[in-house]
């Protein structure tokens, strides 16, 4: 799926979003919360390649795996709570969208523990 193409569904939602929001404004919005799952999923086989191209490179170097899983899993909740707190945004929940924001950012910080304690006993085993 090239940019062109998602540009284009991306345009076209906002422009229908916005002309139907002025008749009829739960229909804009739920056009525009349609226009951001129809674009997501157009890129959804791009980000599983991507995330494949990641695993194999991976593979040749000699890492803890754990650590691999647990940088995957962030970098997909950071998208995962983007892209739901971008559709609340656009949905006039402005609220909501930074309660989403900030459990993302919660669930990153627990999840990254591991790596920082990692790195803190790795110095720690350095330092005399």
Known sequence: MGIAQIVGVGIVAAVLAVTLRTERPEFGMLLGVCGSLLIFFMVLPQLTAALQIFRDLMD???????????????????????????????????????????????LVMLLSAPIVLGIMQMIGSVLP
Do not use: M, W
């Open 60 to 106: 040749g170097v000699p890492t803890d795996s754990g650590y691999i899983s647990i940088i995957l899993k962030i970098v997909g909740i950071a998208y995962i709570a983007e892209f739901g707190a971008q559709v609340c945004a656009d949905a006039g929940e402005n609220a909501i969208a930074s309660k989403i924001e900030l459990s993302g950012k919660i």
